[in-house]
């Protein structure tokens, strides 16, 4: 059983990768890669696609402080972070039809290209998996928002390696802190009360 002291050690690292996350929001003004930033690649015509899941930092990192500081969240922001994940999502997954029609040529290039795919899918099997458990429930309009981004950032980062720049490192930051999180919240949180 858990402690009133490790709950508050829990809640506490939580709160810290709630902040580590925040290094996303300023990868979007920092160059990622060849000069270019995620908001310069928004506005490219041919990048886009790249670019808008990269906005979700600034979505998961304000429903994560919501949910360490309030613990909750309305049927309304509920309904809106799984419709903006889930279109995210779909943004991300659209990069394997045109117009990026040109096959993938090296190994990092095709684990770029197919790593998205796995991280939603284990995304939803978590989503659905721990509907009833009740933090990971409390948890799941966060966590939605962040495999989300870390489909896309996944993608990214494996096909930029070896060419990153300061706005891909904050990037990577977000990414691991994300994941963190997420493993934190899915451990079993016993009620301490019951002990």
């Known amino acids: 059983m858990y402690t009133t002291r490790q709950l508050t050690h829990r809640l506490i ?8 996350g925040v290094a996303g929001i300023a990868g979007l003004f920092l160059p990622f890669t060849f000069g270019t930033s995620p908001i310069d690649a928004a506005l490219d015509k041919n990048f886009w696609r790249l670019a808008i899941p990269f906005f979700l930092a600034i979505l998961a ?12 969240f309305s049927r309304l922001e509920r309904a809106i972070a799984y419709i903006v994940s889930a279109l995210s999502a ?16 090296g190994p990092r290039e095709w684990l770029a290209v197919v790593s998205p795919g796995p991280i939603l899918a284990l995304g ?20 939605a928002i962040q495999v ?23 990037v990577l930051v977000a990414s691991a802190a994300f994941v963190l999180q997420i493993l934190l919240a899915l451990l079993p949180e016993r009620d301490v009360l019951n002990s």
């Open 90 to 105: 779909g943004v991300t997954l659209s990069l394997w039809f045109p117009p990026f029609e040109e096959r993938p040529v």
């Open 13 to 20: 690292v939580q709160l810290l990768l709630t902040v580590a």
């Open 148 to 170: 989300a981004y870390l489909a896309n950032t996944a993608f990214c980062l494996i096909g930029f390696f070896g060419d990153w720049q300061r706005g891909a490192y904050c």
């Open 124 to 143: 939803i099997y978590f989503l659905i998996r721990n509907s009833r458990a009740a933090q990971p429930e409390k948890f799941k309009p966060v966590m």
């Open 61 to 72: 990192s304000a429903a994560s402080i919501r949910w360490v500081m309030s613990g909750s």
